[in-house]
């Protein structure tokens, strides 16, 4: 698809202009609107990319049905594996280029996200192996009589998928693969924000030979996500995003009262006690935000430090983020590229202001990023405030940049205490070397996951979801593609 320049420092250039995937055709945007994907790193218009509105979901939901209701219906378990193994080996085949997509539309550095690229096969892979491992269950049952009673696993139907720009393969593919995998139909409409490599993902489907209908991109902005989430036609939705989008979300289900799966904001609690190796605790905890410029909804973002060690482990964590290297996402060298966008940039540096209003000390970055080379980009250093509150915004809000807020804590109690003082629960940390500690703290944190003297890893075995406000359902492992199927009972008289 693109002309990726063989020097991928390259300034960035128009790729080209994109259009919509439905019932296997691609098509312009019913209003014909296009909308523009820009390059973070330097502001640049990158790709003009067809905008679907509310019509061009109609189509795509009929599509999708249709498909659902066609020979699709009958496909075999080991056809749907054998398509998500295709896909899979296309995009090893495109690897780089790729990369270069999700780099050059979300800012992520280069490095970084050719070293993920293993996420979205592995995925695919993961997925393709529980299309064969479907399986219901009999049940023996107390009726009078003699009655066979069994329970078998069905499709759920047209599965709509919203996503966010922060890891835009990846993302699209945790929704697209269980459903195909269940043998459903799915309609993406990825970010408005970072399109391309969705875009080029259903190419590679198309490729791969899943039929027209099965997978439709409608890509565009809320509108199309809104037009999806209150569809009639739409049987499951699944969601990552903000929480305020989330809610938007199972107000609009309500219609047709659709499943629903959310994975939303956090303000993840992580916990560093002063008898941790505390030199991979500060990388660890450092790394738990700036990576991806913070732009991950389980980043550790509230770093809560035992009192005696608290000023020079937060200052160890503040030289780790001085020490990365700010760039353009394409240079090799660069370890935090830019934020995703203007309104992004806007947003972190409100609370970059609104950290030192409240009385929090600013301990390292805390403004945008304004030497020559990154003016026109949105870019925003690491940075640290300490001596933040539990009730200042900075604490309470998640922020969705490279910013960390360092609290301190003078017992394992008073730690739970302000760890769980949040309306979210998707990721938390522990660091310590006490492994009775480490198990009565990871017990008693109400978040979905918790790492213990580590952050951040996430396998495709592993489920991962959140507690209360950071939503519901889980993504990941064996019981996600229950997620896409439905229970039936079935109840025979053999009398
Ligand atoms: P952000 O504004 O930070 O990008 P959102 O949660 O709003 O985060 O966006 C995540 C996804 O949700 C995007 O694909 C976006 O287009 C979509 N979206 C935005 N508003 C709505 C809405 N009201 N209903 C459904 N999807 C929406």
Redesign the pocket.
């Known amino acids: 698809m693109p002309n990726t320049p063989n020097d991928p420092s390259r300034p960035a250039i128009l790729l080209r202009d994109t259009r919509l995937l439905i019932g296997g055709e691609w098509t312009s945007a019913r209003s014909g609107q296009t909308f523009e994907s820009v390059d973070p790193s330097t502001g640049q218009v990158i790709a003009r990319l067809a905008r679907g509105g509310e019509a061009d979901i109609d189509d795509a939901v009929a599509a999708a049905r249709r498909a659902f209701e066609g020979p699709w219906r009958g496909t075999k378990p080991v056809e749907r594996q054998r398509l998500l193994l295709a896909i899979a080996d296309l995009i090893d085949r495109h690897r780089e280029e790729l990369a270069y997509l999700q780099s050059l539309e979300f800012g992520g550095p280069i490095s970084v996200v050719r070293a993920g690229m293993s996420r979205p096969t592995g995925l695919l892979r993961f997925y393709a192996g529980l299309a064969t491992a479907i399986h219901g269950e009999t049940i023996e049952n107390s009726l009078p009589g003699h009655f066979l009673s069994y329970a078998l696993k069905e499709p759920i139907g047209v599965v709509g998928a ?4 922060n890891g835009p393969l990846s993302v699209c593919i945790t929704k697209i693969a269980p459903a195909i995998a269940a043998g459903c139909t799915v309609v993406l ?5 970072a399109s391309l490599a969705a875009v080029r993902l259903g190419e590679l489907a198309v490729e791969a030979g899943v039929p027209p209908g099965v997978l439709n991109i409608v890509t ?3 509108d ?3 037009a ?2 209150a569809h009639p036609g739409v049987d499951k939705l699944g ?4 929480t ?3 809610q ?2 199972i107000r ?1 289900s309500a219609g047709n009262v659709k499943r629903l799966s959310l994975e939303l904001g956090g303000k993840s609690p992580d916990i560093v006690f002063a008898d941790a190796d505390l030199d991979a605790a500060a990388r660890g905890a450092a790394m738990a935000v700036f990576a991806n410029s913070g732009q991950i909804c389980c980043a550790g973002s509230r770093l809560l430090v035992e009192r005696s060690i608290h000023d020079e482990f937060v200052e160890r964590v503040a030289a780790v983020g001085r020490s990365l290297k700010i760039g353009h996402s394409l240079d090799p060298a660069t370890q935090i590229g830019p934020l995703v966008s203007r ?2 940039l806007d947003r972190v540096c409100g609370y970059l202001d609104a950290g030192p209003r409240e009385g929090a000390q600013l301990v390292s970055g805390g403004n945008r990023c304004d030497d020559d080379a990154l003016r026109d980009g949105f870019f925003v250093p690491p940075t640290v405030f300490a001596g933040v509150r539990n009730d200042m915004r900075i604490a309470r809000e998640e922020i ?1 940049g490279p910013v960390i807020s360092a609290i301190p804590f003078d017992d394992a109690d008073q730690a739970l205490a302000i760890a769980n003082d949040t309306p979210f629960g998707l990721g938390a940390g522990v660091w310590t070397r006490d492994v009775k500690k480490a198990h009565r703290v990871s017990g008693a944190l109400r978040s979905g996951t918790v790492w213990i003297n580590c952050y951040l890893q996430m396998d495709p075995s592993i489920p991962f979801g959140g507690y209360r406000m950071s939503g519901y359902g889980r993504e990941f492992g064996t019981r996600h593609i229950d997620e896409f199927m439905q229970l039936k009972s079935v109840v025979l008289d053999m009398g």
Do not use: H, M, N, R
């Open positions: 919203i996503t966010p720009w409409k990825p970010s408005e924000e565009g902005a809320g199309a996500g809104a999806l989430a969601f990552t995003g903000s305020v989008t989330g938007a979300i609009a309104k992004q969705f």
